[in-house]
């Protein structure tokens, strides 16, 4: 199969899977299941990953910036910066595609190789829907906050850091970040996590619902959402920086 | 009554089934047998919708499939139950989420109404106190028959079931057998068995249908079979010494 017979497929399944679901109390149920696998238990590895690689660009800047002619306070603001625009929203969902992105595949898949999904069909449920719409509304309402919680974890690793090196001065920091404040960055930030989180979602759902053969066939499945996701929200990252801030 | 007339299925350019007639009448236990690759995993995929046949029609009591509407369908997906070669329990849910399931999703009725029902079909199926248990912690035995209460807990009108005895030792195999023929009897039940199990053709097979080559090559009941001089069902049914054995004794029985 061609790579734009897989867009097309892509999208039938998306038509499908934005319809009304059948029962909205089993609805519910399905939806607080997916917020505590797809978000709750995502946040640990968010929050330890942000807070310390906002340590490292705050570290990394302070070590580059030998000038005496250059304020301190650019440490504060590129941190800032960094974990803003790029760190929080995009490298926090490429780590999110890879833990996220192959459980959606791998318990999809199962459910497929496993006849779950047929006996779910055979009940006349819309087994898309049932199974890709809880998760795709999981993913857009809990990511953003995700990424709000990255940037502000980042920011404080990054001040850490500081205060535990001697590298530069909590006022300085302090003082960067608040330099320059843009609220429209946040709202950058948050449009490109939603964009993300739906990208998260629906991208390892296609994988792990058209899986045919056993449990090798689920597992390189994972492999190629993994990849698929990752390589997509680089090149919508890429799309939505020219587009919204070119 | 279920109702087949000259059904084609193609994957490609492989055909699979060849145009097959078929009737499955209510209240008995109907068996389809067959070589792997025989094309009745795709015939009963084709009853339950799961396939769609490029010829043919198939009729539940006079209403045929491909006449029906998204409603009509759905409708008919509701009077359907179906037992699943690996049972196809939901594994996130316990024992009693996964036969509620249905009934959640398209009655009306009470939680209390819910586990009354569900209490119902678990003691039926002979597992009462089962309720909490998640598919990975029962065995593979008390899985078929969890799928079982799921497949009959909407009251359905026809039962399908694939393969209900593989991977079960002989004396499980003939528990499945027996509660599937109880159920079908007891709840006039159309049910259609896809099965390689020849206890099983021997004991509950009230209609046996022998497809080869994806076509109907034999029909008839377990008593018929004995007496078949149907060549292909014969070296199918009676390849092993055993089964030889049992039928010479039961043709010289009734000669004598």
């Known amino acids: 199969m061609n790579y734009i017979e897989h867009v097309g497929k892509y999208f039938s399944m998306l038509r499908q899977v934005f319809k009304k679901p059948q029962r909205l109390s089993v609805f519910k149920d399905a939806l607080f299941r997916e917020i505590e696998d797809l978000g709750l238990k995502s946040l640990g590895i968010v929050a330890f990953i942000a807070f310390f690689v906002g340590g490292v660009i705050a570290i990394q800047t302070a070590l580059n910036l030998e000038s005496p002619i250059i304020p301190k306070y650019l440490i504060g603001f590129a941190t800032k910066r960094a974990m803003i625009l790029e760190f929080a929203p995009t490298f926090a969902s490429i780590i999110l595609a890879g833990k996220v992105g192959s459980f959606i595949t791998s318990s999809i898949g199962t459910m497929r190789v496993t006849e779950q999904i047929d006996a779910l069909e055979v009940m006349g449920i819309n087994s898309l829907n049932y199974l890709v719409l809880p998760k795709i509304i999981a993913a857009v309402c809990f990511y953003p906050l995700l990424v709000v919680l990255a940037m502000f974890l980042g920011i404080f690793g990054g001040w850490l850091a500081g205060l535990l090196t001697g590298l530069f001065h909590s006022i300085d920091y302090i003082d960067g970040i608040q330099l320059d404040f843009d609220p429209f960055l946040l709202q950058y930030a948050t449009i490109k996590a939603i964009v993300f989180a739906f990208v998260i979602a629906t991208i390892p759902s296609y994988h792990g619902y058209y899986v045919k053969g056993g449990s090798l066939e689920v597992g390189r499945a994972s492999t190629q959402a993994v990849v698929w996701t990752s390589v997509v929200i680089i090149l919508l990252n890429y799309f939505l920086t020219q587009m919204l801030l070119g | 009554m279920i109702q087949v007339k000259d059904l084609h299925k193609s994957f490609g350019d492989t055909p699979i089934l060849k145009g097959i007639d078929a009737t499955f009448e209510r209240g008995k236990t109907s068996l389809i047998i067959g070589q792997s690759g025989s094309g009745k995993t795709v015939f009963l995929k084709s009853l339950l919708g799961l396939h769609t046949p490029e010829q043919g029609i198939i009729s539940f009591d006079g209403n045929i499939s491909k006449e029906m509407d998204v409603d009509q369908k759905r409708q008919l997906r509701q009077e359907i139950g179906m037992v699943f070669q690996g049972s196809a329990l939901f594994d996130s849910l316990t024992v009693e989420e996964n036969i509620i399931f249905p009934v959640k999703m398209f009655t009306d009725q009470s939680t209390s109404e819910m586990r009354d029902r569900v209490n119902s079909v678990l003691k039926r199926v002979n597992l009462p106190d089962a309720h909490q248990k998640f598919p990975a912690e029962l065995s593979g035995g008390m899985q078929k028959r969890v799928a079982i209460a799921r497949a009959i807990v909407m009251n359905p009108k ?80 009676y390849s092993s010494n055993l089964f030889k054995k049992v039928r010479a004794l039961y043709l010289n029985e009734s000669n004598s």
């Open chain 2, 158 to 237: 026809y039962l399908f079931c694939d393969e209900p005895n593989s991977g079960l030792d002989p004396k499980t195999a003939i528990v499945i057998d027996n509660l599937i023929q109880e159920i079908t009897s007891e709840y006039e039940i159309t049910t259609v068995i896809n099965t390689h199990d020849m206890n099983s053709v021997m004991e509950i097979g009230e209609k046996i249908i022998f497809l080869q080559d994806g076509l109907k090559a034999w029909e008839g009941s377990h008593k018929e079979i004995f007496k078949t001089d149907n060549e292909s069902v014969v070296n199918f049914v």
